[in-house]
């Protein structure tokens, strides 16, 4: 599957931002769809992840109650909507794929990754 990450920018602390995640060649179906980001100087962490097929999803704990993650199957995209974001949300961005239907929080457990788009939060 290809993944086309979209939709970051920069804004103001306390503002809103929807990242979203195109897939090609493939749909999402059978797959968990992962949202993870980095920023200068530190490792990839998971944000934010989601079963296809099952619709359930998993936070980590500092985004909880002002992200939300979730999907559109005609468009075949994955989106997340960041609420209330803060300086210490600034990252690149990037979306990937695991197959199965267990949602995981390590980078290495995802084999397809986007190209990732940056979020960059400042007053």
């Known amino acids: 599957v290809q993944l086309q990450a979209s939709g970051g920018g920069l804004v103001q602390p306390g503002g809103s931002l929807r990242l979203s995640c195109a897939a090609s060649?493939?749909?999402?179906?059978?797959?968990?769809v992962g949202w993870f980001r980095q920023a200068p100087g530190k490792e990839r962490e998971f944000v934010a992840g989601i079963n296809w097929s099952l619709g359930n999803t998993y936070y980590t704990d500092s985004v909880k109650g002002r992200f939300t993650i979730s999907r559109d199957g005609a468009k075949n995209t994955v989106y997340l909507q960041t609420n209330s974001l803060k300086p210490e949300d600034t990252a690149v961005y990037y979306c990937?794929?695991?197959?199965?239907?267990?949602?995981?929080?390590?980078?290495?457990?995802?084999?397809?990754w986007g190209q990732g788009t940056q979020v960059t939060v400042s007053s």
């Open positions: 060649g493939r749909t999402f179906s059978s797959l968990a």
């Open positions: 990937a794929t695991r197959a199965g239907r267990l949602l995981r929080t390590l980078p290495n457990d995802y084999d397809s």
